[in-house]
């Protein structure tokens, strides 16, 4: 069996067609759900690859997913949220670069999985402050842990469905500050001088699908009720906080 596809070291040609199109699916899943697309393909990804390898190539490929999604919804962006969010993703890349550690993964995902809890069931929360303040501070808490779990589109969400008024400038503003995210995490992997060269054909891939299920996706939003869409929206982040919760737990001896 060939394990080195296009040059990608241990791809056969079926890994590669299938990781591109679990790109595709959960590009199409991530739309409509509102959030955990970034987190299904990141549990894929991470049954064929070690972490040093995993969160660079998750980064790149979510970078080349979101950038196409925002592009594609881009008049539906809050572009008010950017700039600031840009700033604090800047200052949380370089943080993360600079200490590339993190905490406890048992103390991580409880913490993640509490603060996602809280935020999507008392909304208020996520509309404290000025949006120039809360924005800014999400990009670099985001970004700075982004450097270590790589998938935090989940933390992000619950403060963009705070602020958007509509189904459409949810997807539109988290694809575009998850892009700007990514952005900042790939400038600091490539000066601590992560190599990607040989994944390049296997990410470009992904990022090929990944815009296909974009445009799929965004065009079944059209039709989705925006309370249906609200409903999943939170029952999905729901799970997602429990299941993190549960994995806490369970590392640490308690169930």
């Known amino acids: 069996m060939d394990t080195a596809f296009l040059g990608v070291p241990d791809v056969d040609a079926w890994l590669f067609a299938g990781l591109a199109l679990a790109s595709f699916c959960t590009t199409i899943l991530g739309i409509l759900w509102g959030a955990a697309g970034g987190v299904l393909l990141l549990a894929i990804l991470a049954l064929f690859f070690p972490p040093a390898i995993l ?18 919804m881009r008049r539906y962006v809050m ?11 800047a200052l949380g890349a370089a943080a993360g670069g600079l200490t590339f550690i ?27 402050g000025s949006e120039r303040n809360r924005f800014a501070l999400l990009g670099l808490g985001a970004t700075f842990l982004g450097m270590f779990v790589s998938a935090t589109g989940n933390l992000v969400t619950p ?8 189904r459409r400038n949810h997807v539109a503003t988290l694809s575009a500050l998850m892009t700007v995210s990514h952005l900042a995490k790939l400038i600091a992997f490539g000066v601590l001088g992560v190599a990607l060269a040989a994944y390049l054909p296997l990410v470009a891939a992904m990022i090929a699908t990944a815009t296909a299920g974009s445009w799929v996706g965004f065009r079944l939003l059209h039709r989705m009720p925006e309370r249906g869409f609200r409903i999943i929206l939170q029952a999905v982040l729901t799970v997602l906080a429990l299941r993190l919760l549960w994995s806490a737990a369970a590392k640490a001896g308690w169930l």
């Open 55 to 72: 969160v660079p190539v998750h980064t790149f490929v979510q970078l080349g997913g979101n950038a196409a999604r925002a592009t594609i």
């Open 79 to 89: 572009r008010g949220a950017m700039l600031p969010f840009a700033a604090g993703a």
């Open 102 to 128: 993190s905490l406890p993964t048992v103390a991580l995902q409880g913490i993640l999985g509490g603060f996602i809890l809280f935020v999507t069931w008392m909304p208020r929360f996520g509309r404290m």
């Open 159 to 166: 403060f963009v469905a705070s602020a958007s008024p509509d």
